[in-house]
């Protein structure tokens, strides 16, 4: 199974709702006990430590905005999964959605290193060098569909919880 990185586009009444109660967030981030999944949602799979890494060059954290978009945001509410969910303001979904718009599935697969990859223990490191290609392929898929997922939710001015599940 393994950890997977979730998205989820929230309007900002609700994200605000939800910062103010944060009881209520696995409710809405899991609805029918997990059987569906909220709205405007997506997750990158097992890709989210190589889309950090290549964006950013690091294994945790970097330069903002480029680095909210995986693993950035504030803390709120418990654990839901593999710690707590984080939460992007709609003006840091702005940012981000700007940001990754300058980088193009190319440009974003000229980032791929497999040996940095695999030294740096970027998730799941055993992909990187073993599969090359087909690794690459995987992680750039999913940045395509992350992106989409920005540039749609800054397009309805909404802001973004991001947890990994």
Known sequence: MGMAACFVA???DSLHKLQQSPALLEGFLYPD???SEPPNYIDVDKAWHGIHF???GTDYGGA???SLAVLGGK???DDVGYGPARVL???QVQAVAAALATISEQDFRSRFAPQAMEAADIYPAII???DGQEALDYVATYYVELASFYAAAAARGDGAILWLC
């Open 10 to 12: 929230v309007d900002p």
């Open 64 to 66: 903002e905005p480029l």
């Open 128 to 130: 990187w060098v073993r």
């Open 75 to 77: 803390e709120i509410g």
């Open 54 to 56: 290549m964006l950013t």
């Open 89 to 91: 303001e709609p003006a």
């Open 33 to 35: 006990d997990g059987d």
